[in-house]
């Protein structure tokens, strides 16, 4: 199937001209490169354009060169440096005795563990020579850790995190593909295990294992679907109030440079669940390609548009009580930054609060200031509410993890 | 040259401990310039040559050899005794050397040549490494690098046995044939040298 998916998809980028070779002056012969030789995000890249995602640097930054004081929050906020030399952190989770739980992706391949001793932080590698290990929870004990292929599960785990057990698998119904194949998974207040597939490529015709998001139980069964026609969420989280599901998805590339935007989503429990992918973006503006014959009204709306190519990644609702009363029940929203775009966009920490009817009633900027020169000293990925009501912010990019905290002053 | 490897090793071990970045940047590239050559111009078989290369290129290659996910005994070793700051230091001073000719190259073919470009076309490398195949940041300069050097790692993606981060190469050479390899590092080595550099 997926073969016959990236055939169409080069036979499309032929028929449209797009070529990404410099051409050398050679014709080029008869036949065509399969879809594989080119990476998937040029797919649909206009010629001459430059324009790749971000390398990952395989080094930290050091904790003394971290721009913590180039960071910008509303008054009476602070931001320090929670923990540093954390090669490629992505998602964070809490346990319950209070180890912080780190993933990583393409770079680290690790998991970790990170405890607070008297004040410092220690960090253990729990788990590594995985491959693209961006999926992580927490729950009742146990870390699940979730790759494009497969969701394993390391029981008992704060209390071995010198001797992790043997991971047990619960899951192997992910189709793998290393494209938007990375995940973001969390457990439902269904008990349930809810988990994202995304489409295998910037934009093409999916078959019905692509593109959504499913829950399962915690030992596999069960399989459902959640959502449909989403192109790749690596965010979500569930309405303390009334346990509805809300996640981010990343807006298709090479379209514009402003357009389509990211969104944030809200799953009604009544309400239509196909989001749109691959024939309308933003809920409002038919594929030039796969839209035809479409009426983007037909699918579900978002809740927000979130901005162009800003690479809307994990988010939270907040509970706690640290900070003012304003933000209890309003998301966290972390925005990894932009490749797709000439000037660099996003790379902070953004705040929505629900209305009440469904949808968003404003967004505010919260936690910013890391893109400076068009480059980037750091690229938040989740956030996560400690139990004091602290923020954490995990930073791929450098290596990091903020703490953002209310101090009043 | 296994000899001349080997002793880099004690040489790279002992320039980390001594923090490679304070020293001047010819001396801190002296251990390199033992196998890969004066100026990062490699003498020896199946040794690249680090000229011009791109010190986001040369750091994650030393990260994957330190992590023991790039297999080569002796790199490996060197990789392993060094610190971040090492890393830092080491890809800074590749990342600063001039792109220069090669050591004495094969005698250029133009049928080869002629082959190699159709596959390079054919195959899009242009895409990913440059126009002129000069690469830049994590993606490798390929224009002017050893011929054989070229051969032996397009064979490594082809057969699965180096992989970078994911397998973009391995997929990249996925249309070609073990046998087109030789002229793909033939035109490849010649480029911008001893055959004028397409231009983007």
Same mark, same amino acid.
């Given at each position: 199937?997926l073969?016959?998916?990236?055939r169409?998809?080069w036979?499309?980028?032929?028929t449209?001209?797009?070529?990404?070779?410099?051409?050398a002056?050679?014709?080029?012969?008869a036949?065509?490169?399969?879809?594989?030789?080119?990476p998937f995000?040029?797919?649909?890249? $206009?010629? =001459?354009?430059t324009?790749? #995602? &971000?390398?990952?640097?395989p080094?930290?930054?050091?904790? @003394?060169k971290?721009?913590?004081g180039?960071?910008?929050?509303?008054?009476g906020?602070?931001?320090?440096?929670w923990?540093?030399?954390?090669?490629?952190?992505?998602g964070?989770?809490?346990g319950?005795?209070?180890?912080v739980?780190?993933s990583?992706?393409?770079?680290a391949g690790?998991?970790?563990?990170?405890t607070?001793?008297?004040?410092?932080?220690?960090?253990?590698?729990i788990?590594?020579?995985?491959?693209?290990?961006?999926?992580?929870?927490?729950?009742k004990g146990?870390?699940y850790?979730?790759t494009?292929?497969?969701?394993t599960?390391?029981?008992n785990i704060?209390?071995?995190?010198?001797h992790?057990?043997?991971?047990?698998?619960?899951?192997?119904?992910?189709?793998?593909e290393?494209?938007?194949?990375?995940?973001?998974?969390?457990?439902? $207040?269904? =008990?349930k295990l809810?988990v #994202? &597939?995304?489409a295998?490529?910037?934009?093409?015709?999916? @078959?019905d294992?692509?593109?959504q998001?499913?829950?399962?139980?915690?030992?596999?069964t069960?399989?459902?679907?959640?959502?449909l026609?989403?192109?790749?969420?690596?965010?979500?989280d569930?309405?303390?109030?009334?346990?509805?599901l809300?996640f981010?998805?990343?807006?298709?590339?090479w379209?514009?440079?402003?357009?389509?935007?990211?969104?944030?989503?809200?799953?009604?429990?009544?309400?239509?669940?196909?989001?749109?992918?691959?024939f309308?973006?933003?809920?409002?503006?038919?594929?030039p390609?796969?839209?035809?014959?479409?009426?983007?009204?037909?699918y579900?709306?978002p809740?927000?548009?979130?901005?162009?190519?800003?690479?809307?990644?994990?988010?939270?609702f907040?509970?706690g009580?640290?900070?003012p009363?304003k933000?209890?029940?309003?998301?966290?929203i972390?925005?990894?930054g932009?490749?797709?775009?000439?000037?660099k966009?996003?790379?902070?920490?953004?705040?929505a609060?629900?209305?009440?009817?469904?949808?968003?009633?404003?967004v505010?900027?919260?936690?910013?200031?890391f893109?400076?020169n068009n480059?980037?000293?750091g690229?938040?990925?989740?956030?996560?509410?400690m139990?004091?009501?602290?923020?954490?912010?995990?930073?791929?990019?450098?290596?990091?993890?903020?703490?953002?905290?209310?101090?009043?002053s | 040259?296994t000899?001349?490897?080997?002793?880099?090793?004690a040489?790279?071990?002992?320039?980390a401990?001594?923090g490679a970045?304070?020293?001047?940047?010819?001396?801190?590239f002296?251990?390199?310039a033992?196998?890969h050559?004066?100026?990062?111009?490699?003498?020896?078989f199946?040794t690249?040559s680090?000229?011009g290369?791109h010190?986001f290129?040369?750091?994650?290659?030393?990260?994957?050899?330190?992590?023991?996910?790039?297999?080569?005994?002796?790199?490996?070793?060197e990789?392993?005794?060094?610190?971040d700051?090492?890393?830092?230091?080491?890809s800074?001073i590749i990342?600063?050397?001039?792109?220069?000719?090669?050591?004495?190259?094969d005698p250029?073919?133009?049928?080869?040549?002629?082959?190699?470009a159709?596959?390079?076309?054919?195959?899009?490398?242009a895409?990913?490494?440059?126009?002129d195949?000069s690469?830049?940041?994590?993606?490798?300069?390929l224009?002017?690098?050893?011929?054989?050097?070229?051969?032996?790692?397009?064979?490594?993606?082809k057969?699965?046995?180096?992989?970078?981060y994911?397998?973009a190469m391995?997929?990249?050479?996925?249309?070609l044939?073990p046998?087109e390899?030789?002229d793909?590092?033939?035109?490849?080595?010649?480029l911008?040298?001893?055959?004028?550099?397409?231009?983007r």
């Amino acid at each position: 199937m997926l073969t016959t998916l990236r055939r169409a998809s080069w036979l499309r980028a032929a028929t449209l001209g797009i070529g990404l070779a410099g051409g050398a002056g050679l014709a080029l012969a008869a036949d065509p490169p399969k879809e594989e030789e080119v990476p998937f995000w040029a797919i649909g890249m $206009p010629k =001459g354009n430059t324009l790749a #995602p &971000v390398p990952s640097f395989p080094i930290p930054t050091p904790v @003394d060169k971290l721009p913590v004081g180039k960071l910008k929050l509303p008054p009476g906020f602070k931001v320090e440096v929670w923990a540093g030399n954390i090669l490629d952190a992505r998602g964070l989770r809490l346990g319950d005795q209070g180890t912080v739980f780190v993933s990583s992706l393409f770079v680290a391949g690790k998991i970790y563990a990170v405890t607070d001793k008297g004040g410092k932080r220690e960090v253990k590698t729990i788990a590594e020579k995985l491959f693209l290990p961006n999926g992580i929870e927490y729950y009742k004990g146990a870390l699940y850790v979730a790759t494009p292929k497969e969701i394993t599960r390391y029981d008992n785990i704060e209390a071995n995190l010198d001797h992790p057990p043997a991971p047990v698998l619960i899951y192997d119904k992910l189709t793998g593909e290393v494209p938007h194949g990375w995940k973001y998974i969390r457990v439902g $207040p269904d =008990g349930k295990l809810y988990v #994202p &597939v995304g489409a295998p490529c910037n934009i093409c015709a999916i @078959d019905d294992r692509h593109a959504q998001i499913r829950r399962i139980n915690l030992d596999g069964t069960g399989e459902e679907m959640v959502a449909l026609g989403v192109r790749n969420s690596v965010g979500f989280d569930f309405d303390p109030k009334t346990g509805d599901l809300w996640f981010t998805n990343n807006g298709r590339d090479w379209l514009s440079e402003d357009f389509p935007n990211d969104t944030l989503n809200h799953v009604s429990k009544s309400g239509n669940k196909h989001f749109g992918y691959p024939f309308c973006h933003q809920g409002n503006f038919a594929d030039p390609e796969y839209g035809w014959g479409k009426n983007c009204a037909d699918y579900a709306q978002p809740a927000q548009l979130m901005g162009a190519h800003v690479a809307t990644l994990g988010m939270r609702f907040y509970t706690g009580t640290m900070f003012p009363a304003k933000y209890r029940g309003a998301m966290f929203i972390a925005r990894h930054g932009s490749w797709n775009k000439s000037q660099k966009v996003g790379a902070d920490v953004v705040v929505a609060w629900p209305d009440d009817k469904g949808g968003v009633a404003k967004v505010e900027p919260f936690l910013s200031g890391f893109i400076e020169n068009n480059e980037y000293l750091g690229r938040p990925v989740d956030v996560m509410q400690m139990k004091d009501g602290s923020l954490l912010i995990s930073d791929d990019h450098a290596g990091a993890i903020y703490r953002v905290s209310y101090t009043g002053s | 040259m296994t000899w001349s490897r080997g002793a880099t090793v004690a040489a790279a071990a002992l320039l980390a401990a001594a923090g490679a970045h304070a020293q001047p940047a010819t001396d801190r590239f002296a251990p390199c310039a033992s196998c890969h050559g004066e100026g990062g111009v490699s003498p020896n078989f199946e040794t690249p040559s680090l000229a011009g290369q791109h010190s986001f290129y040369a750091i994650t290659q030393l990260f994957l050899f330190r992590a023991g996910r790039r297999a080569d005994e002796q790199m490996t070793k060197e990789a392993k005794a060094m610190s971040d700051d090492d890393l830092r230091a080491f890809s800074d001073i590749i990342g600063q050397l001039p792109p220069a000719a090669p050591f004495r190259p094969d005698p250029v073919d133009p049928a080869r040549m002629t082959r190699g470009a159709a596959l390079a076309a054919k195959h899009r490398c242009a895409s990913c490494h440059g126009g002129d195949y000069s690469g830049e940041k994590q993606v490798p300069r390929l224009a002017g690098q050893r011929e054989d050097y070229l051969g032996k790692a397009l064979a490594e993606f082809k057969t699965g046995t180096r992989i970078g981060y994911t397998q973009a190469m391995n997929e990249a050479l996925a249309g070609l044939a073990p046998s087109e390899l030789p002229d793909l590092a033939h035109y490849l080595a010649h480029l911008g040298v001893v055959a004028p550099a397409p231009t983007r």
